[in-house]
């Protein structure tokens, strides 16, 4: 049997979601034999070009940095012969692993995927289960396979969401969550004391891509799940509406904790405390927004510089 932490490891992951497990695995003493990772890309307002977060761990760890623009063509196996990985690691790498890249390594494939499979496989689990309004969520691990996020289940960690807890707060609670069951999973197989668990795919789902159109509000729908959309598009995208004909961002909001009478999207109240916009069941106080072209101001500001007035609409 052999020991976790002397398996050749190839870990391949890009985000901060993954940046956590390679930091974990690294400073635990697990053999890591390469990070493979996504190009360079522009960020920020000033568009420059910047490395993606697993690079800067692994540039401080003195590690090999691979960033192929593709597996599919077979010019990744001078990669795979370079490092001879026991176990090939990923953790939010963005691309299916081909056939040879998957048979390679002695002990396979895994990934420790943002969700309890088989359900939310795909780009966004974890924003799509705060969008739902999921209470529970958590991670898995997995052995790879050809179809996405379909192969046999490992090891799973359960959390709970908390009711106003955005996306990114809890993609960051789950990548501190994760690291140490990915590394557990790794002694297991080396051990070989780990369980497969084949996945039930009549009860998988699937969690699709954002979209920006996700985040226009209806306000026809209830205040609370407005506000999971919300929680679930933060930080990655936005949510807005219209008001006075012009685009709006809503950049803060939480559900009203009185009740409202008032059309959808008609602001039933305005003051330094917010606006008050009521939706098909609940009401919704905006905090904060950011007028078309403009940063993002309190709602106090936007009432104030505007004569904003109750029985105004958002949306059309």
């Known amino acids: 049997m052999a020991n976790g932490k002397e398996l050749r490891i190839l870990f391949m992951g890009t985000p901060d979601f993954a940046a956590a497990s390679l930091e974990y ?9 390469g990070l493979v990772c996504r190009a360079d890309k522009p960020k920020n307002r000033g568009m420059q070009i910047m490395p993606p977060p697993c690079k800067l761990v692994a540039g401080a760890a003195g ?48 990934n420790l995927h943002g969700s309890l499979l088989p359900k939310y496989r795909g780009a966004a689990p974890i924003q799509r289960a705060v969008m739902n309004g999921d209470a529970v969520t958590g991670v898995t691990t997995m052995f790879l396979s050809l179809a996405m996020d379909e192969g046999d289940m490992l090891l799973k960690k359960e959390t709970p969401i908390g009711p106003d807890e955005t996306a990114g707060e809890l993609m960051g609670r789950l990548a501190v969550l994760g690291a140490p069951v990915l590394a557990e999973t790794i002694d297991k197989i080396a051990d070989g004391t780990i369980v497969r668990t084949p996945q039930n795919h009549a009860e998988a789902t699937y969690a ?20 999971c959309v919300y929680r679930g598009l933060t930080p990655a995208l936005s949510v807005s509406s219209t008001f006075r004909g012009k685009s709006v961002k809503i950049t803060a909001m939480h559900p009203a904790n009185e009740a409202f009478a008032g059309a959808a999207g008609e602001i039933v109240r305005a003051d330094k405390n917010g606006i008050v916009v009521s939706c098909g069941e609940g009401a919704l106080v905006v905090t904060e927004l950011a007028p078309e072209g403009k940063r993002a101001m309190a709602a106090g500001d936007f009432i104030n510089g505007r004569q904003v007035k109750t029985g105004e609409f958002f949306g059309a």
């Open 25 to 33: 695995l690294i400073q635990n003493g697990y053999t890591i034999v």
């Open 208 to 227: 699709a891509m954002l979209d920006k159109a996700e985040g226009r509000m209806d306000f026809a729908k209830s205040a609370q799940s407005l506000y």
């Open 63 to 110: 590690l090999p940095i691979y960033q192929p623009e593709t597996l599919k063509d077979g010019s990744f196996q001078s990669v795979l012969d370079e490092t001879q990985p026991d176990l090939i690691v990923t953790v939010a790498y963005g691309r299916l692993l081909p056939q040879y890249v998957l048979d390679y390594p002695k002990y396979g494939c895994i």
